[in-house]
C-alpha cells in the first residue's frame, strides 16, 4: 500500500478525518469530494482509500493539491470495510466522519454534527438525517424509504428491528470509540454498516440531528442492489448479534431476525433458479430454527418451490428433536 500526500501536508492532527472509500466512477467521487472541501467547519482531513480504481480516478486523485487530502492506494478488493478500515487506521482526527463516494454532504454538516456532540456530554457518536437523490444528483421525491424516526439514547433495539434507520454517510464517532469495537467487520460484504451501529451502540448512546444533512444516491450502478447478498450479510450479522449482544431479550430478538431473513434468502435463491442453494440455506438454517413452528411452514413453502418435497424438512425436524 502506497500513500500519496502533498509536499504540504499538514503535521497537526486535525478534530474531524473523513473516511471515503472510492472505486471508480470518476463524477461521483468529484462531487463528494468537492461536498468535503466546501465544509463551513475546516479543521479536518480527508482520507480516500482508492480501491483499485480506473486511470481516470487515479488521475483525478493525484491531482487533487489540498494539503488536507491523502490518498491511499490499494489492491482492488471489491470489500467496503476492508477499505474503510485502511482509511480508519490512517486517520489522525479525534472524530470520524464517514461519506461514501456516491454519496454527498450539505455545507454545514461537520459544524452541526461537532455542535451536537459537544452538547451531549457522554454520547460519543452522532448522526444526522438523510435525503434521498437520483444518480444526476437532484432530491428524488419519489424515493420509497421507511418513514426517518430520529431515535437516540440506546438506540440498540430500533437498530436490531431496523426501525432506525442510519445511512453511512450520516454517521460521525470518536475515533477511539470506533477502534475499541474493533471497526467494520471485514467478513461482511453486506449489512457491514449496520454492525458497526450496532456495536457502537453497545458502547455508547448515541445524539442525532434532524436535519437533513447528507444526501444518499440511489438508482444507477450501486453495490447495494444484490439482494442475495445483502440478504446472506443480514443473515450473518443477526447470527452474530444473536451471540454478542448483552442482553437475553435482544439475543432472542436477533435468532429470531435471523430465522425471518433466512428464508427470505431462500426464497430469493429459489426465484434465482439457485434451487440447491436455496435447499442448503434452510438445512444449515434447521439448527437454530428449530424452536419457531411459524419458521417451518414457511420453510416448507420454501422447498416446494424449490422442487424439495415439504416431507423432506418434516423428517429433518423430527431428527433434531430425538438429538
Known amino acids: 500500500m502506497r500513500t500519496t500526500v502533498p509536499s504540504t501536508q499538514r503535521t497537526d492532527p486535525p478534530l474531524v478525518s473523513v473516511i471515503l472509500p472510492t472505486f471508480n466512477r470518476l463524477e461521483y467521487v468529484q462531487a463528494a469530494v468537492r461536498s468535503v472541501v466546501r465544509q463551513t467547519h475546516t479543521d479536518w482531513e480527508l482520507v480516500i482509500a482508492d480501491d483499485g480504481s480506473a486511470e481516470d480516478v487515479r488521475a483525478y486523485l493525484q491531482n487533487l493539491g489540498d494539503a488536507r487530502i491523502r490518498v491511499l492506494w490499494l489492491p482492488h478488493s471489491g470489500n467496503p470495510s476492508i477499505v474503510r478500515n485502511a482509511a480508519i487506521r490512517s486517520a489522525r482526527g479525534m472524530y470520524l466522519a464517514f461519506l461514501d463516494s456516491d454519496d454527498l454532504w450539505e455545507p454545514t454538516k461537520l459544524e452541526v454534527q461537532l455542535h451536537a456532540l459537544r452538547a451531549s456530554p457522554g454520547r460519543r457518536w452522532s448522526y444526522t438525517a438523510v435525503a434521498q ?47 475499541e469495537v474493533g471497526g467494520f467487520d471485514e467478513s461482511l460484504l453486506f449489512g457491514e454498516d449496520y454492525d458497526l451501529w450496532l456495536r457502537l451502540a453497545m458502547r455508547s448512546e448515541v445524539t442525532v440531528v434532524a436535519e437533513r444533512l447528507a444526501s444518499v444516491r440511489s438508482g444507477g450502478v450501486h453495490y447495494s442492489v444484490n439482494r442475495i447478498g445483502a440478504y446472506d450479510g443480514w443473515v450473518r450479522l443477526y447470527g452474530k448479534m444473536a451471540k454478542c449482544l448483552p442482553d437475553a431479550r435482544l439475543r432472542a430478538l436477533a435468532r429470531r431476525k435471523r430465522a425471518d431473513n433466512t428464508i427470505i434468502l431462500a426464497r430469493l435463491h429459489v426465484a434465482a433458479g439457485n434451487r440447491a442453494i436455496a435447499w442448503w440455506t434452510l438445512v444449515g438454517a434447521t439448527r437454530y430454527c428449530w424452536m419457531y413452528p411459524r419458521w417451518w411452514a414457511s420453510a416448507a413453502r420454501a422447498t416446494i418451490r424449490a422442487g424439495l418435497p415439504a416431507r423432506w424438512l418434516s423428517l429433518h425436524r423430527r431428527l433434531l428433536r430425538r438429538d
Do not use: C, F, H, Q
Not at 149 to 165: C, D, R, S
Open 133 to 179: 437523490i437520483g444518480p444526476d444528483g437532484k432530491l428524488n421525491a419519489d424515493a420509497k424509504v421507511a418513514p426517518w424516526i430520529p431515535y437516540e439514547g440506546n438506540i440498540v433495539e430500533p437498530l436490531l428491528k431496523l426501525e432506525a434507520l442510519l445511512a453511512t454517510p450520516a454517521v460521525m464517532a470518536e475515533r477511539s470509540l470506533v477502534e
